[in-house]
Antibody
Framework: EVQLVESGGGLVQPGGSLRLSCAAS????????MSWVRQAPGKGLEWVAN????????YYVDSVKGRFTISRDNAKNSLYLQMNSLRAEDTAVYYC?????????WGQGTMVTVSS | SYVLTQPPSVSVAPGQTARITCGGN??????VHWYQQKPGQAPVLVVY???DRPSGIPERFSGSNSGNTATLTISRVEAGDEADYYC???????????FGGGTKLTVL
């Protein structure tokens, strides 16, 4: 079964850091671009970042540039999102998604809450 | 940055046809993807590359794209189609993904 499972969410204070993980299974992880997409409570979807198959290209939404870093470990079939200098507006459910041009496979999401 | 505009809400009676639009500058030159999201669930891809359907998505879901507007059409609407729908493209000028604001489909 093709599956993505996120972990690592939680409550963090403003200015703090958090690392999200996404474990992939059921497909050849190293053959696909991968992305993170987030959704603030009661709001729409927002693309956050994506990474090429070999990690050589990475792109970010302007609001997280310089604060978030996307990475992957193809040997472990895993995708990561290192989030630093977190702000209240980063509070959201974070989804990892397989990016076959469209986002054709999604995880169940992990909640990140930035609050003091 | 590229902007996609969707109507906040669309209402339709069961058995009728729902049309959800997604506006963007010359969107007809881009590939548009559509997602369905029900409360508390992750989004699901329902149409990709303007008009193709992933396996398992009913033929009632179709898409079109031309000029400045892309459209998701849901024929013979059922109560289970009630959800939020999002359009999405890739902005090649900035190498960023872009989502529309979402449309809440209500089945009357």
């Amino acid at each position: 079964e093709v599956q993505l499972v996120e972990s690592g969410g939680g409550l963090v204070q403003p200015g703090g850091s958090l690392r999200l993980s996404c474990a992939a299974s059921g497909f050849t992880f190293s053959s696909y671009w991968m992305s993170w997409v987030r959704q603030a409570p009661g709001k729409g979807l927002e693309w956050v970042a994506n990474i090429k198959q070999d990690g050589s290209e990475k792109y970010y939404v302007d609001s997280v540039k310089g604060r978030f870093t996307i990475s992957r470990d193809n040997a472990k079939n895993s995708l990561y999102l290192q989030m630093n200098s977190l702000r209240a507006e980063d509070t959201a459910v974070y989804y990892c998604a397989r990016a076959s041009d469209a986002f054709d496979i999604w995880g169940q999401g992990t909640m990140v809450t930035v609050s003091s | 940055s590229y902007v996609l505009t969707q109507p906040p809400s669309v209402s339709v009676a069961p058995g009728q046809t729902a049309r959800i639009t997604c506006g963007g500058n010359n969107i007809g030159s881009k590939s548009v993807h559509w997602y369905q999201q029900k409360p508390g669930q992750a989004p699901v891809l329902v149409v990709y590359d303007d008009s193709d359907r992933p396996s398992g998505i009913p033929e009632r879901f179709s898409g079109s794209n031309s000029g400045n507007t892309a459209t998701l059409t849901i024929s013979r609407v059922e109560a289970g189609d009630e959800a939020d729908y999002y359009c999405q493209v890739w902005d090649s000028s900035s190498d960023q993904g872009v989502f529309g604001g979402g449309t809440k489909l209500t089945v009357l």
